[in-house]
């Protein structure tokens, strides 16, 4: 299925607090324009349970415009599974959405794994940061420099026991 004219915006897991400037970008777009992946969709999504997704400060996202993705649950396997999305779904653009003290990693992995696509463009949400989310992501980078991500597929963790995982690679909400 070809979207060439229209955007995926993407909802990388880890931060509700994201999720305002996705809606805000959404927004800017003409109706049927621009569709929102949250990605890690899974048990342990913070706007699962007491963040309704729709509630009244988002009624204007039509749910049809909603695609989940529940398999992801690192930066690198959120870049996988994205491509793999892609594939089938071909956006002419996508705007991935993370928080700014994340964005340096998140476009090393991704333009790493789109091969320095063009068709990704990076927002970083700026607000407080917490000396362990930096702490925190210092770590996650050396451990990605020096190739370690690959010890965290999704085989061999415990999402894999999650009740979403069997549900399809991509649905809409």
């Not at 789109?114 to 407080?128: E, I, W």
Request: net charge positive; proline share 0%.
């Amino acid at each position: 299925m070809s979207y060439e004219s229209k955007t995926l915006i993407v909802y990388l897991d880890g931060d509700y607090r994201r999720f305002k400037a996705v809606a805000d970008i959404y927004q800017k777009f003409d109706y049927d324009q621009a569709h929102i992946l949250i990605t890690s969709f899974n048990d342990h999504n913070e706007l699962r349970g007491t963040k309704d997704l729709l509630n009244s400060n988002y009624d204007y996202i039509d749910e049809r415009h909603i695609l989940t993705e529940y398999f992801s649950t690192t930066t690198y396997n959120n870049a996988v599974e994205i491509q793999q999305i892609l594939s089938r779904l071909n956006y002419g653009q996508v705007i991935v959405v993370t928080s700014q003290y994340h964005k340096f990693r998140t476009k090393l992995i991704f333009n790493n794994v789109f091969n320095r696509s063009r068709k990704l463009k990076f927002l970083g949400v700026n607000h407080h940061t917490t000396l362990l989310e930096y702490s925190s992501e210092a770590v996650k980078l050396g451990l990605y420099l020096m190739k370690n991500y690959k010890f965290f597929t999704k085989d061999n963790l415990l999402y894999s026991k999650s009740k979403y995982r069997r549900l399809s690679r991509l649905r809409y909400q």
